[in-house]
């Protein structure tokens, strides 16, 4: 699985509090289970889970982890944000309260990963995992066409939380 260590590099270079503290984010998978079907020609799987991003002691704004995870599904995700049904709970949260200033964060997130297999001669197999498809409709900002660059994001203190890549 690819994925999380994906999530976890983008959610350090975004989010300040983790730039800074990168100790305190943890992750892990439970629920996962494998789509498979065998052909005589293929033989492909896909990984389906469910991945807990941890924030331990967090005293940031929750929008500084929120919105860089929506911006990664869409890059990395995208199935789970074009679906009305399935963008209603591509991330659920729970919040412990530790204080008036700091809490500790849990997302849940389902992911999938498809990956195809193919047999190589002399019994070995290339594993390849499939790239994420282009989006149909529109982005993560309202009435933004797909492939508009967002540049950067800001909190309300104007702290940036997402800066994109210098071509």
Do not use: C
Not at 8 to 26: D, G, M
Not at 124 to 145: K, M, Q, Y
Request: charged share 25%; net charge negative.
């Amino acid at each position: 699985m690819e994925k999380p260590d994906s999530l976890r590099a983008f959610l350090v270079a975004r989010a300040p509090e983790l730039k800074r503290n990168p100790e305190k984010l943890q992750m892990y998978v439970k629920g996962g289970s494998t789509a498979a079907r065998w052909s005589p020609d293929r033989f492909n799987y896909e990984y389906r889970y469910t991945l807990h991003v941890q924030i331990l002691g967090f005293t940031g704004h929750p929008d500084q982890i929120f919105l860089p995870v929506l911006v990664w599904l869409t890059d990395n995700e995208k199935a789970a944000l074009q679906n009305f049904d399935n963008g209603d709970q591509a991330v659920t949260f729970d919040v412990d309260l530790l204080d008036d200033k700091t809490v500790d964060l849990e997302l849940q997130i389902k992911l999938t990963e498809a990956v195809d297999v193919v047999q190589q001669p002399g019994g070995t197999f290339r594993l390849t995992h499939r790239p994420e498809p282009p989006a149909i409709g529109f982005d993560l900002v309202e009435n933004v066409p797909v492939g508009t660059k967002i540049s950067a994001v800001y909190t309300p203190d104007n702290e940036l939380i997402y800066q994109a890549p210098e071509a």
